[in-house]
């Protein structure tokens, strides 16, 4: 593959509030929030706990083994005079443990 045939990809802006999940992989660890009072994993990040409405919300590095329940993919126009598209998968799982040793 040459550097031509790589696929143009948008990269996320960093926010304090996301910067852990995108900035993971380069430490090579998959990171979630995690509510510290009630356990429940947050993902796309959040300020507080849909199950509890706590806020005493933590970043944890989990072990990526999990089931996959679902999942989408996004087309989306690489430009408006291109009808090109590039795609993006997501998944959501039941649960990610905690890293193992
Ligand atoms: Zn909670």
């Not at 998959?30 to 994993?41: A, E, N, S, T, V």
């Not at 509890?52 to 126009?77: F, K, M, P, T």
Request: hydrophobic share 30%; charged share 20%; with cysteine.
């Amino acid at each position: 593959m040459t550097t031509s045939e790589v696929p143009f990809r948008i990269l996320p802006k960093l926010t304090e509030r996301n910067a852990h999940f995108w900035q993971g992989g380069r430490d090579g660890e998959l990171r979630f929030q995690r509510c510290q009072d009630c356990g429940y994993y947050l993902h796309p990040p959040a300020v507080i706990c849909p199950r509890d409405w706590s806020r005493n919300i933590g970043i944890e590095a989990v072990s990526g083994r999990a089931e996959v329940l679902a999942y989408s993919v996004n087309h989306q126009a690489s430009s408006r005079r291109s009808c090109s598209r590039s795609w993006a998968a997501s998944s959501r799982t039941t649960c990610a443990s905690p890293p193992t040793s």
